[in-house]
Antibody, heavy 120, light 108 residues
Framework: EVQLLESGGGLVQPGGSLRLSCAAS????????MSWVRQAPGKGLEWVSTISGSGDNTYYAEFVKGRFTISRDNSKNTLYLQMNSLRAEDTAVYYC?????????????WGQGSLVTVSS | EIVLTQSPGTLSLSPGERATLSCRASQSVSISYLAWHQQKPGQAPRLLIY???SGATGIPDRFSGSGSGTDFTLTISRLEPEDFAVYYCQQYGSSPPTFGGGTKVEIK
């Protein structure tokens, strides 16, 4: 059974930093690309970033380029999102998602999410 | 980027009725790379349909997807109590991947 468990969310001041983690199990982690998708309170879903299975290739939404960094440790089956220069508009639940075999940006399993609140 | 517009915004139906949800893309979606996800309050999304019409693992066959190009449809043949939720379409054929604004299926 695929399981994705996010952690690391919380309250941070504008301009601050936070690192999210996503512990994966139930599948061969290094074989699959992984993504982060966020959802602002009461809003829809918004893609943030994707990383290839090897970690060699990364992709970002324009609104996080230069501020967020996606990475993974395949020896620990863990995905990360380092978030710097946080803004109020980054407040959201951040979901990690496993990418499907059929396309890079397909999402076939989702974690339960981690709430990030950016506020002074 | 491809903009996905879902309609209606809210669908009020009774258990046992048929639900038809629409997703229209601002430009053609490559190779029908269109998915549908279900989200219940306080829960993570769940993949229902990929490739416009293929059911994901463990999804009941009352859920079906159709369409191509710019017009796609999710149909729930007979609504069960657990089907009342928000449904999002998502295209993954071009970067950035994008989601529609969602359709809420509520109990009438």
């Amino acid at each position: 059974e695929v399981q994705l468990l996010e952690s690391g969310g919380g309250l941070v001041q504008p301009g601050g930093s936070l690192r999210l983690s996503c512990a994966a199990s139930g599948f061969t982690f290094s074989t699959y690309a992984m993504s982060w998708v966020r959802q602002a309170p009461g809003k829809g879903l918004e893609w943030v970033s994707t990383i290839s299975g090897s970690g060699d290739n990364t992709y970002y939404a324009e609104f996080v380029k230069g501020r967020f960094t996606i990475s993974r440790d395949n020896s620990k089956n863990t995905l990360y999102l380092q978030m710097n220069s946080l803004r109020a508009e980054d407040t959201a639940v951040y979901y990690c998602a496993k990418c499907g075999t059929w396309a890079l940006y397909s999402f076939d399993y989702w974690g339960q999410g981690s709430l990030v609140t950016v506020s002074s | 980027e491809i903009v996905l517009t879902q309609s209606p915004g809210t669908l009020s139906l009774s258990p046992g009725e048929r639900a038809t949800l629409s997703c229209r893309a601002s430009q053609s979606v490559s190779i029908s790379y269109l998915a549908w996800h279900q989200q219940k309050p306080g829960q993570a999304p769940r993949l229902l349909i990929y490739g416009a019409s293929s059911g994901a693992t463990g999804i009941p066959d009352r859920f079906s997807g159709s369409g191509s190009g710019t017009d796609f449809t999710l149909t729930i043949s007979r609504l069960e109590p657990e089907d009342f939720a928000v449904y999002y379409c998502q295209q993954y054929g071009s970067s950035p991947p994008t989601f529609g604004g969602g359709t809420k299926v509520e109990i009438k």
